[in-house]
């Protein structure tokens, strides 16, 4: 029997989605299913829509424990096949408030504030000790286990993971899946039977290529419409700013259009997010504070969501999520394509060997296999590696424990160091180390 542990379960809808498909899967239905969390209210939310939705599977014969607090995460891994980790560590209060209003003061905004950025290195400080304490328990008690990590910033986490633990470790972000086929919507270019090509790193892999069912070159029409269509682009059709400007811009400057939303690009480099250029801020429609608007009406959010999957008549459908589809292929050695976040020791040559890429990889009864890809387009792979390289250095903070390493990290993001001084940004990451207190180590 397989048995899939998932790790922060109180994450009631995302756990419907992946543990539905799992219900879903035939090589799965079978499964043991251990979900755990540390707040035992929405933890028994997870378990109560999980277990109706199994009764009302016809073909669902999975079974479900849970586990509560640190004590118990031991046993809650004990014997795993397959892992899911879904945790946030410090929850919106008090970490996201601390990421968002620290450097507020300092004249730094940011939108979601969870990949790159201040708010990204502050986050992945503070998560990476949980998953290494995690990565230990695998080790002692299911070392063949799969660590399925769709927990952000992706490539921080999962590359801290895979470089320096022995635990077997893909990360998932849905942002592929979505990419091309919500282009087409948006340029009004619906196609059924397309295929496309995505690599680069995670948020900002691009869809490199494109194609209709006959293998004809979707590009240069896209191109078209971002050329003659940037009015359309600016300002929607109900006279508001255009709510995915960002990755359009990309393509007309630059040719390529990229995985993740708007509202997080456009905190990923210095270009849209100008405090002395309000008017071009409203222009491009940058959602600032979007991730703490997110949070305040989470929990009206999620009453609505509860009435919905707790409905007698609420049916789980397939979602796009990858997880089911690469355990079921584990287990029945049919292949599953996927996008998945790995090293990548050369896979896309002209990006460091030692960073985190989102590449295609096959998937089958011998484990994940990451395809080469080649080099990027020089323009795309150089906005990459603005990126990458306050990712690795704050794995290594993470790694050696110095406040040096979360200060270049800081200096060479993109956005931070386009708005701060060199002082201003070493005072804030001071400040914001000594806010989040106990939910980071202590930085010499």
């Known amino acids: 029997m397989t048995k899939i542990t998932f790790m922060g379960a109180g994450s009631t809808v995302f756990a419907v989605n992946v543990l539905g498909d799992v219900m879903l899967t035939e090589a799965l239905r079978d499964a043991e299913i251990a979900l755990y969390d540390i707040n035992a209210e929405r933890l028994e939310d997870s378990f109560t829509a999980l277990s109706r939705i199994n009764e009302k599977q016809n073909e669902s014969r999975a079974t479900f424990k849970t586990y509560l607090g640190e004590e118990n995460r031991k046993e809650a891994l004990r014997g795993a096949n397959f892992i899911i980790n879904a945790i946030q560590v410090g929850g919106y209060k008090p970490s996201t408030v601390i990421d968002f209003e620290i450097p507020k003061k300092y004249g730094l905004r940011q939108t979601i504030a969870d ?92 869809l490199l290529e494109i194609r209709d069912k006959d293998g004809n070159d979707l590009y240069p029409e ?3 419409r971002a050329a003659t269509h940037e009015k359309d682009f600016i300002i929607g059709a109900n006279g508001e700013p255009h709510s995915d400007y960002a990755r359009l811009e990309y393509i007309r400057r630059l040719g390529y259009y990229c995985t993740e939303s708007s509202e997080h690009n456009s905190e990923y480099n210095p270009w849209f ?17 979007e991730y703490i608007r997110r949070c305040e009406v989470a929990e009206t959010k999620w009453q609505v969501s509860k ?86 250095l704050t794995i290594e903070a993470a790694r050696t424990k110095k406040r040096e390493h979360i200060y270049h990290a800081a200096m060479l993001d993109p956005h931070t160091a386009a708005v701060l001084s060199i002082d201003d940004i070493v005072k804030m990451v001071d400040e914001m180390i000594e806010a989040h207190g106990t939910y980071l180590p202590k930085y010499e």
């Open 115 to 206: 990949t790159l950025g201040i708010g990204g290195i502050m986050r992945a400080l503070r998560t990476i000790p949980v998953v290494e304490d995690f990565a230990h328990d695998v080790e002692e008690v299911c070392p063949d286990a799969w660590f399925l990590n769709y927990v952000n910033p992706m490539a921080m986490i999962t590359g801290y993971l895979q470089r320096y633990t022995g635990m077997k470790t893909i990360g998932l972000c849905h942002s592929v899946q979505v990419c091309a086929s919500g282009l087409l919507e948006r340029l009004d270019m619906k196609q059924e039977g397309y295929s496309h090509k995505i690599a680069g790193i995670n948020h900002m892999a691009w």
């Open 222 to 224: 896209i191109r078209r």
């Open 273 to 289: 997010i100008k405090p002395n250029y309000p008017e071009l801020i409203e222009k491009c429609g940058v959602p600032l504070d």
């Open 307 to 392: 009435e919905k999957i707790f409905a007698p008549d609420f049916a789980h459908t397939k979602s796009h999520e990858y997880g089911a589809g690469i355990m079921g292929a584990m287990i029945t050695n049919e292949p599953y394509s996927i996008g998945g976040n790995v090293i990548n020791n050369g896979l896309i040559p002209n990006l460091d060997s030692k960073a985190c890429v989102e590449v295609p990889c096959m998937v089958d009864r011998a484990g994940i296999h990451p395809c080469y890809v080649g080099e990027l387009p020089l323009q795309l792979a150089a906005l990459n590696m603005t990126n990458i390289g306050p990712q690795l």
